[in-house]
């Protein structure tokens, strides 16, 4: 690795969650920032370029999640996005960025469940760091 | 114009024309409905012709006659009750007879006309049926309707459910990992916070009771005089630790003989709602000004805050329920997003009316206004 910590930006509005997952990210390793909105994700962007970007799904509105990607991967077409939430759990839909199809219209990487063990979310955001 | 389509069972040809220009130019309308009916007539001679037209596309109004050379009017009546037809179904009958009528009506025919009718009875009998079919075809869609917002609260409260569940999970398997430390007051943050947030989601329990209570209209409502001024003094008491937390103060003025019927508990909801608003969205050393004036036709209540305030674009969804203002400001203030929801309904219920008044970082005034 670097010398320089990778930079990881999330952005949920639940307080709590927020918090837990700056503490597991910072605990790999990386450095973080965050907001606790659509709106601040955006502002945030617009000043800084992170490494990748984890994102909550539900905050002002059911789909802030994928509305921020998708102006994220306007930004910074390579950046890594992940939309967390516990959608599925709650509504039963699921959403999967496996297809071409779905990567048309969802824009992020990978899109995980909540809830989600640290090891697991460890390997996948190095995956896609390609660490 | 509603074109319902009307299909004629009747073995005499006679009769099928004669229906048809009864009918043909025939319109009505109802002072509920913006449209008007009006008629397109098929003809079947068999029972057998009538049930291949009804499988092979849609009807609203089947005429049938009982006397027919197949199978009986009795017998297609009871294929198209099965079928669980959006149509309703009307006999015309020479030999109209108790037995038939009872059997008829058992398999959910909606009237009889007697053969020879006359043009205005058949009209008559339209136009009751047309107004059976349109009220039917309406109750449906309201409870379908119904039950999609039903859904759509269950969806949302679940989601609001689980938050406070997912987020004290979260610290307790850090507790559990002992990752922060190994000290148990390495974790304090935490652990006040997974109070903090049993305690929104027992507020919002208690919340969601309330109106579960107030929509199913279940709720024993004791309507009794009740003085005003003193349940206010209640509320404010109710408040007072939380103001004195954020060091808000409340002015409180009342008119003389505030006597009012209501329900006791109900008004303490509703107050409790108002103040409870006007110092968790207030600033730090805010004010609160709360009175209440009696007026020749109505008790006007007012709280006025010098907290955040309500931008325009929030102020159309500030009623609906679950409704949370997310802004960096409102994110560590905790509420179920039922409160004004509540209020409102209570409100509702004394035929009384709800105004806010809202500039950000000014503050904001409930004003309520209860009939007398």
């Known amino acids: 690795m ?26 790999f390793g990386f450095e973080t920032i965050t907001a606790s909105s659509r709106s601040e994700g955006e502002k945030m962007l617009s000043t800084t370029r992170p490494d990748l970007a984890i994102f909550d799904l539900m905050m002002e509105t059911q789909d802030s999640g994928f509305v921020l990607a998708y102006k994220a991967k306007k930004m910074y077409p390579d950046m890594p996005v992940i939309i967390a939430t516990a959608a599925t759990a709650e509504t039963g839909i699921t959403f999967k960025v496996e297809t071409e199809e779905d990567k048309n219209w969802i824009k992020a990487d990978l899109y995980l469940e909540k809830g989600i063990r640290g090891d697991q979310l460890h390997r996948e955001i190095n995956k896609l760091l390609k660490i | 114009m509603e074109k319902l389509k009307v299909l004629i069972v009747d073995d005499e040809p006679g009769i099928r024309s004669g229906i048809e220009r009864i009918l043909r130019n025939y319109t009505i309308g109802f002072p509920f409905l913006d449209e008007d009916f009006s008629y397109e007539m098929i003809e079947a001679a068999t029972g057998e012709e009538a049930l291949d037209i009804i499988n092979k596309g849609h009807v609203d109004i089947i005429l049938l006659d009982n006397k027919l050379p197949g199978i009986q009017g009795i017998e297609v009546l009871e294929e198209v009750n099965k079928m669980k037809l959006d149509a309703a179904v009307m006999m015309i009958t020479s030999y109209a007879s108790l037995d038939i009528a009872v059997k008829a009506t058992n398999f959910g025919a909606f009237n009889f006309v007697p053969k020879p009718f006359t043009p205005q009875e058949l009209k008559a009998a339209i136009e009751s049926i047309s107004k059976h079919l349109f009220l039917k075809r309406m109750t449906k869609r309201m409870n379908k309707e119904g039950k999609q917002i039903r859904f759509q609260f269950l969806s949302v409260l679940s989601h609001e459910l689980k938050s406070p569940l997912n987020a004290i999970e979260g610290y307790l398997k850090i507790m559990q990992d002992k990752q922060v430390g190994d000290s148990i007051d390495d974790y304090m943050a935490m652990i006040d916070r997974s109070l903090i947030r049993i305690k929104g989601m027992r507020g919002l329990i208690m919340d969601l009771l309330d109106l579960t209570k107030l929509e199913s209209g279940k709720k024993n409502r004791e309507l009794k005089k009740i003085d005003l001024a003193e349940i206010a003094r209640l509320a404010i008491h109710t408040i007072e630790p939380l103001a004195i937390q954020r060091n808000v103060k409340v002015h409180f003025d009342a008119d003389e003989d505030l006597v009012f019927t209501a329900d006791t508990e109900e008004i303490e909801i509703i107050f409790n709602n108002l103040l409870s608003n006007a110092v968790k969205y207030n600033k730090e050393n805010g004010e609160i000004h709360f009175n209440i004036k009696k007026k020749s036709t109505a008790i006007v209540i007012k709280v006025e805050d010098t907290g955040i305030g309500i931008s325009e674009e ?14 960096d400001k409102t994110r560590d203030i905790s509420g179920s997003g039922l409160g004004l929801s509540i209020m409102k309904k209570l409100v509702v219920l004394y035929g009384g009316t709800v105004d806010v008044q809202s500039t950000p970082d000014i503050g904001t005034t409930f004003t309520v206004t209860l009939p007398l």
């Open chain 2, 314 to 327: 929030n102020m159309s969804r500030l009623f609906q329920e679950f409704t949370r203002i997310k802004t």
């Open chain 1, 2 to 27: 670097s010398d320089i910590k990778k930079l990881v930006l999330i952005v949920d509005d639940d307080h709590d969650y927020l918090e837990q997952m700056k503490l597991q990210v910072e605990h």
